[in-house]
């Protein structure tokens, strides 16, 4: 009679690393035990035992190499290159300019933050904009900084006609400027490992022309030049240092009683088809002492041309009654400019000849940063400069005078 006891299947070996179980759905799942001594899946099912297998092997080999992360990290980390890698330098750009903060820690100022805007707009998006941050090259860079322009865009409101033409040094260096300090941002962020923008020198430029300066009598000939009800805004801005900006904002209530204080405190500017009043540039406010010899003309000023109320503009727009607009003083400015024969000169430059003759005047370096409300050196040496010019002129005097005293002597020798 024959046996009907029957033998045991064999068993699979057992697995020295990692388990392998098929699915009800026919597919293989793959597991193991890492390091960290918790169970890590495939986060993928395979089709075939031994592509679930050899998911396994790399597994294994990347524990003896120790340089082992769990799927599920590695997996987050390739999604978070892949995000870095779609993020455009023109959305990302908006996001930098729009959360920077200044030096001390505020919020840029509005004007900066629609210089930056501005520059991105005309000059840097049309190259760099659809492109990814982190495919931006030092080639890249050097190719557009060769090419991007440098000249002006014809004012809207401008009637000239014709090719503007007007070239622009400093557009250049400053679109340079913002571009790196994006990238600069990226690289803090991670999305890059180094700044392509290491163009050397490329921020140094050179004016398109010295500032203007006017002499004393200049400045008085001009003053005359303008409309009565516009003549004391030359003799604050030339004698005090004033930018437009200021001048425009200036109330009876900025003056002390006789004149001879001025606060600076905000300044008018035109953006975006509207004034905006805000504080001054760089937040350069604070007090200027008049000169003694234009206070009676200030005082004169607010006597015939002023309203008594405390907060009275003292030099409104013609036009308006309200604050003044930047190009009807301009064009105002300019017919006055052209009158004395100075059709060079521009309402920014009355600043440049405030420093000038404080400078002149034997101010020291930290004496015209106070007087022009400058929070560092760099800019007061502008005038300092300017001042130490004269010193041809300074040496032709003193030899003209020596000559005099010689002949004097001569005379009185040979009588």
Same mark, same amino acid.
């Given at each position: 009679? !024959?046996?009907?006891?029957?033998?045991? !299947?064999?068993? @699979?070996?057992?697995?020295?690393? %990692?388990?392998? +179980?098929?699915?009800?759905?026919? +597919?293989?799942?793959?597991?193991?035990? %890492?390091?960290?001594?918790?169970? *890590?899946?495939?986060?993928?099912?395979?089709? /075939? !035992?031994?592509?679930?297998?050899?998911?396994? @092997?790399?597994?294994?080999?990347?524990?003896?190499? &120790?340089?082992?992360?769990?799927?599920?990290?590695?997996?987050?980390?390739?999604?978070? =290159?892949?995000?870095?890698?779609?993020?455009?330098?023109?959305?990302?750009?908006?996001?930098?300019?729009? /959360?920077?903060?200044? +030096?001390?820690?505020?919020?840029?100022?509005?004007?900066?933050?629609?210089?930056?805007?501005?520059?991105?707009?005309?000059?840097?998006?049309?190259?760099?904009?659809?492109?990814?941050?982190?495919?931006?090259?030092?080639?890249?860079?050097?190719?557009?900084?060769?090419?991007?322009?440098?000249?002006?865009?014809? %004012?809207?409101?401008?009637?000239?006609?014709?090719?503007?033409?007007?070239?622009?040094?400093?557009?250049?260096?400053?679109?340079? &400027?913002?571009?790196?300090?994006?990238? $600069?941002?990226?690289?803090?962020?991670?999305?890059?490992?180094?700044?392509?923008?290491?163009?050397?020198?490329?921020?140094?430029?050179?004016?398109?022309?010295?500032?203007?300066?006017?002499?004393?009598?200049?400045?008085?000939?001009?003053?005359? @030049?303008?409309?009565? &009800?516009?003549?004391?805004?030359?003799?604050?801005?030339?004698?005090?240092?004033?930018?437009?900006?200021?001048?425009? &904002?200036?109330?009876?209530? $900025?003056?002390?009683?006789?004149?001879?204080?001025m606060t600076v405190a905000f300044a008018a500017t035109y953006r975006n088809g509207e004034i905006v009043i805000d504080r001054p540039k760089a937040g350069s406010d604070g007090d200027v002492v008049l000169p003694d010899h234009i206070r009676p003309a200030?005082?004169?000023?607010? =006597?015939? *041309?002023? @309203?008594?109320?405390?907060?009275?503009?003292?030099?409104?727009?013609?036009?308006?009654?309200?604050?003044? +607009?930047?190009?009807?003083?301009?064009?105002?400015?300019?017919?006055?400019?052209?009158?004395? %024969?100075?059709?060079?000169?521009?309402?920014?430059?009355?600043? *440049? /000849?405030?420093?000038?003759?404080a400078a002149q005047a034997g101010g020291t370096l930290p004496e015209v940063m106070e007087r022009l409300r400058h929070k560092t050196p760099q800019a007061a040496m502008r005038y300092q400069k300017i001042a130490a010019g004269r010193a041809k002129k300074?040496?032709?005097?003193?030899?003209?005078?020596?000559?005099?005293?010689?002949?004097?002597?001569?005379?009185?020798? $040979?009588?």
């Open positions: 009679m !024959k046996s009907t006891t029957r033998k045991p !299947k064999r068993r @699979a070996p057992r697995r020295s690393f %990692g388990r392998i +179980r098929q699915l009800p759905s026919g +597919r293989w799942q793959a597991s193991y035990l %890492g390091p960290d001594l918790q169970t *890590h899946k495939a986060l993928d099912t395979f089709d /075939t !035992k031994g592509r679930a297998e050899g998911w396994i @092997a790399e597994e294994r080999k990347l524990i003896d190499l &120790e340089i082992w992360a769990s799927p599920a990290a590695r997996a987050a980390a390739l999604t978070a =290159e892949q995000q870095q890698a779609d993020v455009l330098f023109r959305q990302y750009a908006e996001k930098v300019v729009a /959360t920077r903060v200044s +030096r001390r820690g505020k919020p840029l100022a509005r004007r900066t933050v629609d210089s930056y805007n501005y520059l991105l707009r005309e000059h840097i998006n049309p190259t760099f904009g659809a492109t990814p941050v982190a495919d931006i090259t030092l080639e890249m860079v050097r190719d557009w900084y060769s090419s991007v322009s440098r000249v002006r865009p014809q %004012g809207r409101k401008s009637k000239s006609s014709g090719t503007n033409s007007a070239d622009v040094p400093t557009t250049r260096a400053r679109a340079y &400027e913002v571009l790196r300090m994006v990238c $600069n941002v990226a690289v803090d962020d991670g999305l890059i490992d180094k700044n392509p923008c290491r163009i050397k020198g490329a921020t140094a430029v050179q004016p398109a022309h010295d500032a203007t300066v006017l002499a004393p009598a200049e400045i008085d000939a001009l003053a005359t @030049a303008m409309p009565p &009800e516009l003549s004391a805004s030359v003799l604050l801005a030339a004698w005090c240092g004033l930018r437009p900006s200021e001048t425009f &904002e200036l109330r009876r209530r $900025n003056l002390n009683a006789d004149c001879s204080v200030i005082r004169r000023h607010l =006597e015939r *041309h002023v @309203a008594p109320a405390a907060d009275s503009l003292l030099f409104p727009d013609p036009a308006t009654g309200e604050t003044m +607009r930047e190009w009807v003083y301009r064009r105002i400015f300019n017919k006055a400019c052209a009158a004395i %024969g100075r059709p060079d000169f521009r309402p920014g430059e009355q600043r *440049h /000849t405030g420093g000038t003759v300074l040496a032709t005097n003193i030899s003209e005078l020596a000559k005099a005293t010689d002949k004097t002597d001569a005379d009185q020798r $040979n009588p």
